[in-house]
């Protein structure tokens, strides 16, 4: 699933909220990546 509802981003915001600064930026870091692959994934579809 691509988008989250906003029930979904809360509990992520409550999972999330107590973050040290390191795990937090990794996290975020990790989820930009989710973005930009479903970006490129969406720009080059797979050819079978």
């Given at each position: 699933m691509k988008g989250l509802?906003?029930?979904?981003?809360?509990?992520a915001f409550e999972t999330r909220i107590d973050n040290g600064r390191e795990t937090e930026f990794?996290?975020?870091?990790a989820?930009?990546?989710?973005?930009a692959r479903?970006?490129?994934?969406?720009?080059?579809?797979e050819k079978n």
């Open positions: 509802t906003k029930d979904d981003i809360l509990a990794a996290t975020a870091c989820q930009v990546e989710k973005i479903l970006r490129l994934e969406s720009l080059f579809p």
